[in-house]
């Protein structure tokens, strides 16, 4: 079984891109063992990324997006957290680019 590694900042999770991807979508590492490594989605138009949940009832997830193919593509983009549509906004980016934000709620857990 392939995990999701993340490391700790704080409150935060941070998975890289430069650890084992599980998810769809994704092309192989560009920039392996740099801490500029990034990776290319598409040719589809729908890339998921699975991260273990929390017990957090709102979550927020941050994504840097180093560049686009085509203007279009980032009025296109579009978040999905736990299969539901959520807003995003555009922020500046530490490092090229630009980091897309959104939150979303926390599916419930059945009771036992």
């Keep these: 079984m392939q995990r999701v590694k993340l490391?700790?900042?704080?409150?935060q999770m941070i998975y890289k891109m430069s650890a084992a991807l599980?998810?769809?979508?994704?092309?192989?590492?560009?920039?392996?063992?740099?801490?500029d490594c990034?990776?290319?989605?598409g040719p589809g138009d729908d890339s998921v990324l699975y991260v273990p949940s929390f017990d957090e009832p709102i979550v927020e997830v941050a994504m840097d997006v180093r560049g686009?193919?085509?203007p279009e593509a980032r009025a296109d983009f579009r978040v999905k957290i736990w299969d539901e549509a959520v807003d995003h906004r555009f922020e500046r980016a530490k490092s090229r680019g630009?980091?897309?934000?959104?939150?979303?709620?926390?599916?419930?857990?059945?009771e036992a």
């Design 22 to 35: 599980i998810g769809d979508g994704f092309w192989g590492r560009d920039s392996r063992g740099r801490p």
């Design 98 to 110: 630009c980091r897309a934000v959104s939150r979303g709620a926390a599916p419930r857990r059945p």
């Design 7 to 11: 490391t700790r900042s704080g409150r």
């Design 38 to 41: 990034c990776r290319w989605t």
């Design 68 to 70: 686009w193919i085509a």
